[in-house]
């Protein structure tokens, strides 16, 4: 992660004279920036403040627009400017939620962690419309903070359970470990003999039936596409695959049944 990440605890909000609770911001967003600026310009994105635009309008319009170009296009000045350009406003908004809330929980902390969660998941960003950055980004910091108060209420909770008692221990106890790894390789030596089991049942198919199921279970193929490279109807394709599956659940569900029929009454009832 870049160093900027450490930037957002120099974020303050100034009190004189400016009223509480507001925060400076930079008179030109993308001050120092011109090929940036011209890289906004070729997606649609105009870095002016257009005539009539209020100041706010203008800077959420350019969060989007960086946002979606860092999406795009993975460049990292982009997230820069967009750090720069959205912090202060975000800040504001964490610090205003937390407000009467657990004493403990440093909005500067929730701030750092959005832009954490922000640069990891930008794929999942959508840009919308002009404030689509800022309703995603403060949903984000909603889970955050969520998050951060809901550890500070279980470390409250759980430091001292019972008066000056040692803390508790929330590792695993040593008898734990042991039977989850019991159950770990019971799982997979379940697994194994499944796998096993299927393989037997789909060599048993015919070539066309193992092929059909090989395009669309393993390969991704529409059905579509399958019955082009198997020159079958649509409706014969379904009953290809429908007799196929049958054959292999049918087949598998004989074999375990044979399996527990082998193994001795004392072991089944134990």
């Known amino acids: ?10 974020v303050g909000v100034q009190t004189s004279p400016r009223p509480a609770g507001t925060v400076a911001l930079p008179a ?12 906004l310009s070729r997606r649609g994105v105009d870095p002016a403040r257009a005539e ?8 959420a319009r350019l969060e989007t627009g960086l946002m ?12 820069e400017a967009l750090h720069a350009i959205a912090r202060p406003t975000l800040l504001r908004s964490i610090s205003f939620g937390l407000r009467g809330t657990a004493a403990g929980v440093d909005p500067t902390e929730v701030l750092q962690d959005t832009f954490v969660n922000i640069y990891r998941y930008a794929a999942g960003f959508r840009d919308r419309h002009p404030s689509s950055f800022r309703a995603w ?17 279980h470390g409250s909770l759980d430091s001292l359970p019972e008066s000056l008692q040692e803390p508790a221990d929330s590792r695993a106890n040593p008898a734990l470990l042991v039977c989850g790894e019991e159950e770990r390789a019971g799982l997979r030596r379940a697994w194994v003999l499944l796998l096993i089991q299927y393989a037997a ?3 048993e198919l015919s070539p ?17 596409e399958t019955c082009e490279r198997l020159g079958v109807g649509m409706s014969n394709m379904k009953m290809i695959m429908f007799r196929a599956r049958k054959r292999i659940r049918g087949r598998m569900e004989e074999a375990m049944a044979r399996g527990a029929e082998a193994v001795p009454a004392h072991r089944r009832a134990g």
């Open 137 to 153: 980004a403060r949903t984000i910091a909603h889970n955050v903070a969520r998050q951060h108060l809901g550890r500070r209420r």
């Open 28 to 39: 030109d967003p993308l001050a120092g920036r011109p090929a940036l600026g011209r890289r």
């Open 201 to 203: 049942a789909f060599s």
């Open 1 to 10: 992660m870049r160093e900027w990440y450490g930037g957002c605890t120099e």
């Open 68 to 79: 979606a170009l860092f999406r795009d296009r993975g460049e990292d000045d982009a997230f």
């Open 208 to 224: 066309r039936d193992r092929l059909a199921l090989t395009l669309v279970e393993v390969e991704g193929l529409s059905y579509t």
């Open 52 to 59: 009539g635009e209020t100041e706010e309008h203008h800077r």
